[in-house]
């Protein structure tokens, strides 16, 4: 199975329904090749992780790309994934490193999967704790982007920038259907407490008692989400958190950004911290 669709059944996505039913259109249209972790595998992997700008005393972290935990190389190389493991241990060195004055995330994300997300938050909050942290969303701040940004200092969006899409969404294939067609079934045996085993599986149609489970898990997820988005902006009000994107002043309007501007602009107001 295409690594993508594995991850959607043990991991929920923060992302867009726009985003997510194109990653899915590409996970379901291409071939399942995948590599082994051959060390010209990892050496492939570090190459195309994101590196940290010096500017001075800044340092500029990238956030961009789909989000996603320990993703498969040809997920990062062939549908733009990025993995959260890096995006953290850039803010973590940048927040260490005693010759850093200010962090500045560069961020263009439609969101990404919650696991692993939440602690790329976390770790915005920690840094920001020694030193300011500006985020400026160039593109899209979006979902788990969102949520990331929503920890810093301030943020500032270009005029034209998508922000918000506060929600989580969670999916399973249903292939049942077409198996049927071509004449394949499967059947799964678990114990007969495992009412939740199997879930997302190959064939399995969802029974009442898994949707309502998966239901209660994207609930939480969410509450986790806007409870953290309040922590840092708690004038963000409800009717902003119901999955929508706002632009620019929108925005700012809705207490989701702070201020607009370009990247310069947000550096401008990264040092106005330090200096």
Do not use: C
């Amino acid at each position: 199975m295409n690594p993508f669709l594995k991850r959607l059944v043990t991991d929920i996505p923060l992302m867009g329904e726009e985003t997510l039913g194109y990653i899915l259109n590409l996970a379901l249209t291409k071939d399942d090749v995948q590599l082994a972790e051959h060390p010209a595998v990892k050496r492939m992997r570090a190459d195309m992780a994101p590196k940290v700008e010096l500017r001075g005393d800044i340092a500029i972290v990238p956030v961009q790309g789909t989000l996603a935990y320990n993703p498969d190389p040809l997920e990062m190389l062939f549908d733009g994934v990025e993995d959260s493991r890096s995006v953290l241990s850039m803010i973590q060195w940048a927040a260490d490193n005693p010759d850093v004055k200010g962090i500045l995330i560069r961020m263009d994300t439609p969101g990404g999967m919650l696991l692993g997300g939440p602690e790329m938050a976390d770790a915005v909050t920690s840094a920001r704790r020694t030193k300011p942290v500006v985020t400026h969303i160039g593109g899209l701040g979006a979902s788990l982007g969102y949520m990331i940004a929503s920890q810093s200092t301030e943020i500032v969006g270009n005029r034209s920038s998508i922000s918000g899409s506060v929600g989580v969404i969670a999916s399973v294939v249903d292939y049942s259907g077409l198996l049927a067609r071509i004449g394949i079934s499967f059947e799964y045996f678990t114990n007969k407490e495992a009412t939740f085993k199997g879930v997302g599986a190959v064939g399995n149609k969802l029974t009442d008692a898994q949707r309502e489970n998966i239901q209660q898990s994207v609930d939480s997820a969410f509450t986790m989400f806007k409870d953290m988005v309040r922590s840092r902006r708690p004038n963000v009000k409800d009717d902003a958190m119901r999955g929508q994107t706002f632009r620019g002043s929108e925005a700012k309007a809705a207490g989701l950004i702070d201020r607009i501007g370009d990247e310069q602009y947000a550096i401008s107001v990264l040092k106005s911290y330090i200096e």
